[in-house]
């Protein structure tokens, strides 16, 4: 997966020329920048080794990397901006929103001290309030939130499989006949010739 | 012109209960004179409530700033064309239009079916009165936007003042989608209203059948389509105008549109069980009854301040008008069940429990389900409050965990569903139908995880939006062979004429194509990126495969406000691209509002979108926002398959539009045509 980046901590890159000019400039310095050390140019196979290595720590270091901006980004979508917009905090487009831009530092730095997500909405919550955090905590409560949609759904299955069985005719049953109230035959025509007008 | 739209309302409000008491005492005593004055006035109530409407057009085009309502919502320097939108921009206009909307439905209702339905009408006129009576009470005398602005002159009499300029159009709205979204929103709002009031008439009138839903397939089709395209028309401009990268925040306005649209869904669906099968009669009286009161409780819920919303009107006491109407509503369906739900007893009998019916049973269900979640949602700040004395929020996140596993069902049954036969489905028209659609729909899947696609709902989805493609298309297929076979016309005329022979089951279907494609493209929020940076000229960001080349910010005057432009060069793979040039707008007569123009790069891939957010107020350096976006466009293009759709299936079938030709034409005329052959191949006609 492509690493992300965080929101607010993206580095604009330094100013350069634009197009074919700036592409030149770079292809110079890969053709004649670059020095290889003595050591490599004695034993190849010392280069493949150094190769190697430095690629398996760009490896390991490269997904922790990506992991922290990710991590920051997903907790930053469990909690809203508390400047009163009703935005999820990393969403918040307000510039100069002076709630969002504290509140994102805060979550960079609670981040980079390498605390559970849990313990993050925690500190959130002491100086924010519960508001803060964009979905219900699943405890006491606010459990219910996250049970009754599906205890409601449960519930109708349940309902939809008893319908069906009674619906359903037992063999050697005969089928039961609507039992309302009696209506006259040439009402009953009558109403079936205008409803297939009206289709 | 004032007094003029102040006069139309109140004339019309007199008409709504002259209407309600002629057409009750008209139905007690049989007098067939009264029912007949009864629905004349109820005619002549939607002409005046246009009248009313049309005079306040007339006052914003004449900046008529001695009203109130002008005065707030429109100014002198704001272009004519966004004039018309400020009627529905705040709360008392917003209110009048949703009477005018109503008056329309109700106006051609009463002047269509005037000669129709005799056991029907009366009562169908009493209750849309009704309906129009409450909110011609909100415009009459609890928010009517004819108030003037006044003063109390030094000899304590009230004077009028006119003012030199209004505040303005909230810059949010000025944007050429809130010319249509409102009113597509509000006609499916209103729309919803017919048939309720042709289901609350049958059951009032003990009328049997299924006459109520013959009568009102068509309006209650055109209410769902309106409603859904405003609802995604409401989303493409949250999209384009907000600025924040998405399209959908589950904000409780949002949701208040969604709700009755799901239950709107669900009563399309079941009563095709009542017309084919005399089945669910009870659960569909109640759908439509609840489809309206949720059209009602969306509105109560985001004027009274109960939840908080982006797009809340400030709190008012309008909301317990909406409460006190819900209540009375509530309560006269209730009343009406209860006295008369014998005549509702249904035939309720199924051959298999593998059959259309029971799928429709679980699509109703699922939906169900789908709008108590988004309900529950809504409401649960309220009710944890209320019991825990604590503030909570609910807001996407819960959403999406709770919807997303039910709407994937629900996709699910969308493939399922139209292929299961009425009656009873053998194992072996199961392995047909479903057996092809089955392995190719894993097999993308497998390729799709291959290819890196790790995000289990996203996974999930490609792999039923692909199902369900495929049993679509392969109905399209099996139809158009057995027409290509007996008249040798070309693929596109076959599907074509099989399309027209039964509009309202290949309309259907064109609808789930149009879902289909909607799901994909909220498959791809799965993988949204973006990137916030400061940008001088010279400066460049990358995204993805995209480097963003910032060449100049300017200024230019608009019509009633400042741009400040970035001049973005786009480039992909080092190749141009295009120039995007997201700007921000500075509007001086409105609380020096600003309002973004999102700049979008959008192909069925992915969408660059890019926001010139402003500038940081400590640097004073401009501040660009990009997002990577995947495949936002198919939900546009769904939302437009999706409109094609509904069309069709409103539309009659041409089979039978022959039959009633010919039957039209005077014996010993030219020769008749020919009705088409009918296709048998597949199973009961929808």
Redesign the interface.
Known sequence: MAPRISPRSGVAQPPEASGLAARMQEGAALSHGLRIPRAFSKDPRAFTRAFLFFSLVLLLLLPATAQQSDRAKTVGHRMFCMCGCKQILVECNHVGCTMSTSMLKKLDAEVASGKSDDLILQSFVQQFGAEVVAEPPAKGFNWLAWIMPFAALGAGFLLVRTVLTRWTPQSGTTPAMPSGPGVAPDVLARIRQESEEDE | MDLFGSFALLLAFVCAVYAIGAGIFGIRTGNQALLKSARNAGIALCVLVMLGTASLVYLFYTDNFAMAYVAEHSSRDLPAFYKLPALWSGQQGSLLFWSFLLSLYTFFVLVINRR??PELMPYVGIILATVQGFFLILNCFVASPFALLGTVGASGIPQVITRADGNGLNPLLQYPEMAIHPPNLYLGYTGFTIPFAFALAALLGR?????WI??T?RWTMIAWGFQSIGILLGAHWAYAV?????YW?W?PVENASLMPWITGTAFLHSVMMQEKR?MMRVWNIWLVFVTFMLCILGTFLTRSGVV???HAFAQSSIGQWFSGFLVFVLAVCIIAYFKNR????????????VSRE?SF??NN??L??AC??VL??TL?PV??EA??G?????????FN??NIP?GLFLLFLTGVGPLLAWRRTSLESLRRNFGIPVVISLIAGAVAFGL?F?HFYALVCLILCVFVLLTIVGEFVRGAMVIRARTGMNWLSCVTELSMRNTRRYGGYVVHLGMVFIFIGLAGAAFN????????P?????I?PYRL?CQEFETRQGPNYQAERATI?VTRD?KPLMMLYPERRFFATSNAETG?MVAIYSTFREDLYL?Y?????ESGAP?L?AYLNPLVKWIWFGGLILGIGTVLSILPNRRLAIVLAAAAQPAGSAVAPQPAPAVSTYGAQD
């Open positions: 129709k339905h009328y049997p059948g299924e006459k013959h009568v397939r907000l600025g924040w990268g998405g925040a904000d005399g908080s919303s982006v014998d005549y509702l007893k249904s035939d309720n009998q199924l051959d298999s429990m029971s049973l679980f269900l699922i169900l389900a108590f979640a529950w949602g649960f009710i944890s019991f825990t604590n503030k909570i929020s609910v807001g996407p996140p819960f965990k709770v039910i890196g790790r990126r973006d990137i916030q940076s400061a940008m001088h010279g400066d460049a960001m990358v993805g080349f060069e080092s973004s926001v957010a402003g500038r940081d107020p501040i926002h």
